[in-house]
């Protein structure tokens, strides 16, 4: 259960909270707990969730990239809920075949096949386990595929993005309502 409210308002008022709940539902199907969590902080709320629809809809990195690295970084912190958040909108929101996003999340980056894709996660999975040792052919990598000094910093925030969402989802004990198999995978070493 819970450490804190999930906080389910009966309508929404904030033209700001209502459209990243619209933005939500359109890539999971429905506007899961984690957010009603963040609503326990609602100053905070549309900031928070108005940056992370930046860094998802403004850089160099697909949306499908994003949503890798999510499941990687997310896997790799222990987060089995924002692992099954990432395997879902990758699956439901973005298309992806289950069986695929099911091997993503039990095998992470063994799972691609794309050069870029495997640069983005090697790097993503240093940045969350040791940012002072990303190394410079790390970085070399990502330019050779087509990344930028935007799309570089991009990713350094996106995995740092998800960090914090692993941390308050771990630390505050979400109530999980994702599908059983995310959960299942994510929890396997």
Request: net charge negative; charged share 20%.
């Amino acid at each position: 259960m819970a450490r804190v409210k999930i906080v389910k308002p009966e309508s929404i008022e904030d033209p700001a909270v209502a459209g990243i709940f619209e933005w939500v539902t359109q890539m999971e199907g429905s506007v899961p707990n984690h957010f009603f969590v963040e609503l326990n902080f609602p100053e905070f709320f549309p900031a928070k969730l108005g940056a992370t629809k930046i860094l998802w809809e403004a850089g160099e990195l697909e949306m499908e990239e994003i949503q890798h690295v999510g499941i990687v970084v997310s896997k790799a912190n222990g987060c089995s809920y924002c692992t099954a958040a990432f395997c879902t909108i990758l699956n439901h929101g973005l298309g992806a075949a289950k069986d695929y996003v099911a091997t993503v999340a039990a095998t992470g980056a063994d799972a691609v096949d794309s050069p870029r894709l495997m640069a983005i996660l090697d790097y993503a999975l240093k940045v969350n386990s040791d940012p002072a040792g990303v190394e410079d052919s790390q970085v070399a990598a990502l330019r050779e595929h087509g990344l930028t000094d935007k799309g570089i910093v991009q990713l350094t925030h996106v995995v740092s993005d998800f960090g914090s969402y692993n941390r308050l989802n771990l630390a505050l004990q979400t109530d999980y309502d994702y599908e059983d198999l995310w959960r299942t995978l994510a929890s396997k070493a």
